[in-house]
Every structure is written in C-alpha cells, then in structure tokens.
C-alpha cells in the first residue's frame, strides 16, 4: 500500500495521537518529516564475539544461552536488580539490569538471545550491565546492524522512532520524490532518493551509509543553493528605484575620521547597486570594530540627498538605542530627520512616529522589528538597512522588500564566514567585505587558563575594576535537555559566587531566559557605569558598546566554537582602554588546547573562522543557524567542503538554464524550494 507524503503521522500504525504530539516538537507532522528524520548518530552493532574472546571494556554483541531463571531483588526502595548468567560454548557471563524488573519475564531459561552490551572482565568473571538484547533471530534489528541514533523528545523511545520510520518507509519508499537532476545524480555518483533513505536510516553496512549520507548531504545543499540563487535571480530581474544621488566627499569631509580604504569600497559597491535601476540586496561582512555603521551613514546620507528616507533594524532595543545616538550625531548636523521606533516607546509615542513616516517627514528611522510590523506604513522608504544580519532569516529580509516599492537592503553582519561557505549561506546577496580595521585599534590580548588561575583572575578583575573599569563573564547556556554531568558554569550561579566573592563590587545578570525587556534594562545599566561585572550568556555576542569594558572572561570556553568566541572578544577592546580576554577552561584535551591557542595567535575574524571550519565542519555553521536561513539536517550529518561546491557549482548552472526551475522534470524540485522558504518563515526567531 502506498501513502500520501503528507500523510499525518499520527496515522501511522503504532504511533497515534500523544506519539504524534511529541513528534510534532521534533518538527515531524507528516509521513514525509517522518522518514526525513534522520539519525542523530549509529550504533556499530556488528560485532560478534564469543564471550571468552571479548576484552574487558568492549562493547559487542554476544549470542548466549540464558543459563537459569533470571531473579529480581529488591535492594532498596528505587533499586531493583534482574540479576541471570548467560553462557555460550565456551564461557559463561554474569547479567545485571538495574531498574527493569520486566526483564526478569522476558528472559526465559534455555533460551538464546543476542545481548549487546559493554563487556567487563574482572580476573575470571565476565559481566554486562543493561545489555541491549533481542531473541536470536528476532527481525526487530537492535543487535547485529549499524543502528540508527535518533533525537528523542519525552514519550518518544528510540524503537518508537526506528520503528515508526521502518513502517514509514515502506509506505512511501517508491514514492519519494527524486529532487536531483538525473544528469546531476549521473554526473556527481549520487545514489538515488529511495536507497539513500532506506540506508540512511537503516544501513546495510558502512558503505551504504556512506552512500546514503553524501547523496542526502548534497541534495540538501542543492535545494538551498537553488532556494538562494532562484530568489537573487528574482530580484536581479526585477527593476528598483534608481537612486541618482550625489558626491560623497561632503559626507566625508564632515566626519572626525577619514574612512578606511575598505570603508570607502563597501560604499562605493552600494552605491553603483543604487544607481544600477535593479533593486540592491547586498552584505556588508567585516569583523566586530571595523566600522560597518560609517557605512550605512554614507548610504543612508546619500539616500537622503535624493529626497528619500531609510530605515535602520537592530536586533535589540538597546543597539536600536545606540544606533540611533550615533547616527544622529553623524547626519543630524547636515539636517536629517531622524527618529526611532521601539517596543519601549509608549502607545502615544508610537503614534506620533508611525504618523510622520507615513506622511514622510522623516528621513531615518532606527528601531527594532517594529519598524516592519504591518501597520506600519512608509511614504518614501528607499533604502532598508539591517545590523548583524544573522538574527534575522532570509524570509524576513524578504518581507522588508514588501513594504515602501521595492527599497534597497543593506544587511551588515559581523559574523566572519569562509569564502565556500558564503557561496551558499549568502547565495542571495552581494558580498561586500571589509577587511581592515581602524588604524590605531588596539589588540586584546588574550589568554587560556585553567581552574588554578583562579585566585589571580580574581585578583586581576579588583584591579581593573579598581581603575574603574568593567568586566564581562559569559558562561555557557545549559541546554535543558543537557544530559552531561559536567560542571557547567551556570550564569545565574555564577554571579551569585561573583557576589559574594567581591562585595564591594555591583554584579548583574543578564541571559536569554529574561523577557527581552528587563534584558535591555540590565544592558543599559551595564553600558551606563552602573555596574561593575556583568555575568551573561551569549545574548551579549551581538554589537553592545561599552568602551568601558576592558576585560571579557569566557568560563568553560571549550563550549564555544572560535568564532564565537571572536565574537566575544569583539565586546572588549572598544574604548582607549587596554584590554583583555581570559578563556577559562578545564578541559585536558590537547585539542582544546589547540583550539583555544588560536585565540590568543591571531584576532583576524576570517582567519579564526577558516580555523573553526577546518576544525570543526561546516555542519557547526549551519547547525548554528545563526544565519537565519532555513533549518537544515547537516549540523546532524556533518558535509565535506568538496560536496558543497559541488552542490553549489550544479545548483548555478541548473539555474542558469532554467532560471525558474519551471521545466517539468523539475517539478518537484520547484516545489522543495518553495517550501524551503515557506517553513522557513515560520521557524526563524
Ligand atoms: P562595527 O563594524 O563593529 O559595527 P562600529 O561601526 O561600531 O563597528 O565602529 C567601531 C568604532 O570605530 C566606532 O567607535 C567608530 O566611530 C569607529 N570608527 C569607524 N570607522 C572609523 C575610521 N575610519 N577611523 C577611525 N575610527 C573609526
Ligand atoms: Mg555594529
């Protein structure tokens, strides 16, 4: 029997409505989410050992005869033991399962299984603790294959999944739609849709896996290519507002500073787009500190000598706040009228604004997501400019283009991608990079140390902030469903240790379980001298300014990736004040080490993120998705740089012959895009 794709799940056999519901929160609503769900990691179950050959830490699969009636005892309350021996021909194990008094019914004496497990040998005895086990024979698969890992929700198991996936395929298996080209599936090796899906999920061996993965790897990576260079087409076809502008040397005359070299070509790139008649949507990319909002001022400047207004989107209301003080002091001068437009402002307040927009009597406007609600409505708005770009997804720069005809995007962002990479995340965007800082920038030093250091961090936080400056700590976030045992430093306890270790000294706060308003608050405090440290979790990666901060610690720094910490860093450094950054971490592992060192070699953004690349995959910049593209499976499957050039290669030149994917054999791929950006429209922020 064959089933529709979309197909709820909930009517699959042996999953019904509450097995449906956690599905659901795993993003699984119909049979095709189902069998596109896939495998976190593998179990190497294959191999078989006789009990007497397997060595004492090893996991395996042992076939044995259970050689008496399993007993259960009840050793305490909460602890119950199944305690049986098991033997095969030439030796015999002791089998102890803590806590599943049911296995004591379903074990039979005389009968033979297949337990897996991690064997222990200690002198002659041999034992395994909660084996894995299935009758010898059993069709149910959880001994004796590569078997799938999936991520699990509460009132899921992991045989519910690989289970309800099983029945899944077969349903559809034949039915899958094949996305690949037949002469891109020829010409790159790739194993075809139903294969790859049957063996991604249930490999016939490594090989096949390895099949499975690089063809699903690939498709994905093709659809977001095409997804991207389908819309840049778009929008390259479709006319813009001419912007005929004026001479810039006004501008930049009136500034303290000259422009760096890198400035004035990111200004240059814009402004030829502006003139150009098609509609502008480029990335202005360069690292923290160097100067992304000069550059939005001149286009802004420049947009207004023509008699048009701009709008300016920060992520948060406190660089809505900051932008707005710094932009102002910048254009006001030349007679620009500028306003902002927040979530703090009162109902009045708001009111007031959105009238002078739509009557446009303003020429800039600096707000948050606000600025784009629907009853917001723009008389002459001509160029829309958006900081750190990553908090926002392609859907939602998409639906600024809605509003005002068409206006120019500026998306600026400091998140340092490698060139490969860029090719796809920004598949929709001209790319300007600046790569170079303002002269006179200071370097922060940087250090790694362990839990020793301790006492002299502490001694080395009283004496900066003994000269009045401030600190920043971040910890990691713990992840709800966070399973290690590690000691992970808590922001909230942590602060409260920071406290009562330094009295004299003012602790805040800050992390992302915070309404994004008493956030703010403890923001602006920090940035207004209020307090002295600020313990946080990465809600400060984005853009705050505080010159006065001069030292940034990161504890349990193994947690973050490079660029990340960059990032971090990037907060520290911004003032006259020398500055520092102090990774603190416990982690033995040469690796880390390695890793961490880097930090303190170089403090070139681009370079950091080639290293993290090459260290740790491309799947941790999707898997990231601080790019606010659609989700992606690959942060689970990991890609090689290879399949993605080649993927983005194949994607440009399908494109190139039939721009709008429209010819029939590309139906379904069509219809893969747009739903790419559909969900993704839901899912982002
Ligand atoms: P980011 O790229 O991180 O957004 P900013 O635009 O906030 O960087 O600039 C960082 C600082 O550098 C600001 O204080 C700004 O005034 C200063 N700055 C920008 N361009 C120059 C320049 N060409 N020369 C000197 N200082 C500059
Ligand atoms: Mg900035």
């Avoid at 890609?639 to 054999?665: C, F, K």
Wanted: with cysteine; aromatic share 6%.
């Amino acid at each position: 029997m064959m089933a529709e794709l979309n197909t709820d799940v909930r009517y699959i056999k042996g999953i019904g409505e509450k097995k449906a519901l956690a599905l659901n929160k795993l993003g699984v609503f119909s049979l095709y989410d189902l069998v596109s769900f896939f495998p976190r990691k593998y179990e190497d179950r294959t191999a078989f050992k006789p009990i007497s050959l397997a060595l004492d830490g090893e996991t395996v699969c042992i076939r044995a005869l259970v050689a008496e009636t399993p007993r259960l005892s009840r050793v305490r309350r909460g602890l119950e033991l199944v305690k049986l021996r098991a033997a095969d021909e030439g030796g015999v194990m002791d089998l102890t399962f803590f806590n599943q008094p049911y296995v004591k019914d379903q074990l039979h004496r005389g009968e033979s299984y297949v337990f897996y497990g991690r064997m222990e040998v200690s002198g002659m005895r041999r034992r395994m603790v909660n084996p894995v086990y299935e009758r010898e024979g059993a069709e149910k698969g959880v001994t004796g294959r590569i078997v799938p890992i999936y991520r699990l929700r509460a009132g899921l198991s992991q045989r519910d999944l690989s289970q309800g996936i099983r029945r899944g395929l077969a349903l559809c298996l034949d039915s899958l739609p094949e996305l690949l080209p037949e002469p891109v599936r020829r010409s790159n090796q790739l194993a075809a849709v139903g294969y790859a899906y049957e063996n991604i999920h249930f490999p016939r061996d490594f090989e096949a896996l390895a099949l499975a993965r690089r063809r699903l790897i690939f498709e994905e990576l093709f659809v977001l290519a095409c997804a991207l260079g389908r819309a840049r087409g778009q929008r390259t076809r479709a006319g813009g507002i001419p912007i005929a502008g004026a001479e810039l040397r006004e501008f930049w005359a009136s500034l303290p500073f000259s422009p760096t070299g890198a400035q004035r070509r990111a200004v240059e790139q814009a402004v030829s787009d502006l003139r150009s008649g098609s509609v502008m949507n480029r990335l202005v990319q360069g690292d923290v500190g160097s100067g992304k909002t000069l550059v939005a001022a001149a286009l802004i400047w420049y947009v207004w000598k023509s008699g048009l207004a701009s709008a300016f989107m920060a992520p948060t209301e406190i660089l809505a706040e900051q932008h707005f003080q710094t932009l102002s002091a910048m254009l006001s001068p030349f007679g620009l009228r500028i306003g902002r437009l927040t979530g703090a402002l009162g109902a009045k307040e708001k009111r007031q604004v959105k009238a002078a927009l739509k009557a446009g009597e303003l020429d800039l406007i600096i707000g948050t997501h606000a600025l784009f609600s629907e009853d917001v409505e723009y008389k002459n708005l001509a160029l829309v400019v958006t900081d750190e770009q990553h908090r926002f997804g392609v859907s939602q720069r998409s639906a600024l283009i809605g509003k005002g005809a068409r206006p120019h995007v500026l998306v600026m962002s400091a998140t340092p991608i490698p060139r490969t990479l860029a090719l796809i995340l920004y598949g929709d965007l001209d790319v300007s990079v600046i790569d170079e800082l303002p002269p006179g920038r200071q370097k922060v030093d940087t250090f790694t140390v362990d839990e020793s250091y301790r006492a002299r961090l502490n001694n080395f936080i009283l004496k900066l902030t003994g000269q009045g400056r401030q600190v920043f700590v971040v910890c990691p976030m713990v992840e709800e469903n966070e399973e290690l045992p590690m000691k992970l430093k808590s922001a909230q306890e942590h602060a409260a240790a920071l406290a009562r270790a330094f009295p004299s000294l003012r602790v805040a706060c800050v992390h992302g379980k915070m309404k994004p308003r008493d956030k703010d608050a403890v923001m602006t405090a920090f940035a207004a001298g209020e307090t002295d440290i600020l313990v946080a979790t990465t809600v400060i990666e984005v853009g705050v300014d505080v010159p006065n901060a001069a030292l940034m610690i990161v504890e349990n720094a193994e947690r973050f990736g490079l660029s990340q910490l960059h990032q971090l860093r990037g907060r520290v450094g911004r003032g006259a004040h020398k500055s520092y950054c102090v990774l603190v971490s416990d982690a033995d592992s040469e690796e880390v080490r390695a890793r961490l060192n880097i930090m303190s070699k170089t403090s070139d953004g681009f370079q950091i993120a080639e290293e993290d690349l090459r260290l740790r995959g491309p799947g941790d910049f999707f898997g990231s998705r601080q790019h606010g593209l659609p989700e992606t499976h690959l942060a689970d499957l990991g890609a090689d740089m290879d399949i993605m050039q080649r993927a983005q290669q194949e994607a440009a030149a399908l494109l190139g012959a039939d721009p709008e994917l429209s010819a029939p054999e590309h139906a379904a791929l069509k219809e893969r895009v747009e739903l790419l950006f559909r969900r993704g429209a839901d899912s982002l922020n």
